[in-house]
């Protein structure tokens, strides 16, 4: 659903998305756990991500006839994991779009600055021609998706989205505020961050979480 106060973001709201969600945020939750449930939600927004893309008839035969049916149009989609968190939603979007391209956009968060240094770049060369996906669990300053955007948009793509678990407020207004032209689907609006950029209530670090670190 689209969010009033929020242009251009969809909450998916699916009672599975939202029952996932919660078991993830529990501080309780196993790594092996966390790590599954961010795979089953990443598919589930994938498909909500993903539903207006165009279609074109073609012509099959089944088992009895041949019939005009339709299928996906144009070129294969790319996948861009914002590393190294990114990796956990890119698993579960390819169990849904398993022929889709992928890249690889390496940034991290200064602990200090809380600005985004990017470290690692590698995409299909052409990102004009493709419907490019970027994916990153957390949504907080959005300092490293407007970083991840911006290189991607340089390297020549036109039509991107944006998919994350959580989202914070000040976050979705300042990646909107850069990019406005990107829309974004999320799990969750949390309610705010914390004065370490976290996002609250939140669930932890995602990355963190999903590989058992600190």
């Not at 790594?31 to 599954?36: D, E, I, L, N």
């Not at 290189?151 to 505020?177: M, N, Q, T, Y």
Request: aromatic residues 6%.
């Amino acid at each position: 659903m689209m969010v009033e106060g929020f242009p251009g973001v969809t909450v998916v709201d699916h009672p599975l998305v939202q029952h996932k969600l919660t078991i993830m945020r529990d501080a309780e939750t196993s790594t092996r756990g966390f790590r599954q449930l961010l795979r089953e939600i990443a598919a589930l927004i994938c498909y909500e991500a993903t539903r207006d893309l165009p279609l074109e008839t073609v012509e099959i035969r089944t088992p009895l006839t041949t019939m005009q049916a339709p299928k996906i149009a144009g070129k294969k989609l790319v996948f861009a994991s914002i590393l190294r968190a990114g990796n956990g939603l890119l698993e579960g979007m390819l169990d849904l779009v398993p022929s889709a391209r992928v890249a690889h956009v390496g940034i991290y968060r200064d602990p200090e600055t809380l600005q985004a240094v990017e470290y690692y770049f590698k995409a299909p060369d052409d990102l004009s021609e493709r419907t490019v996906i970027a994916v990153d669990p957390m949504l907080a300053t959005a300092n490293s998706a407007v970083a991840a955007v911006e290189r991607l948009k340089s390297r020549g793509a036109r039509d991107l989205r944006f998919v994350c678990l959580l989202a914070a407020p000040e976050g979705i207004r300042h990646f909107r505020s850069v990019h406005p032209d990107v829309p974004v689907f999320t799990a969750a609006i949390d309610s705010h961050l914390n004065d370490h950029g976290y996002i609250v209530p939140g669930l932890g670090d995602a990355g963190d979480r999903m590989y058992g670190t600190k």
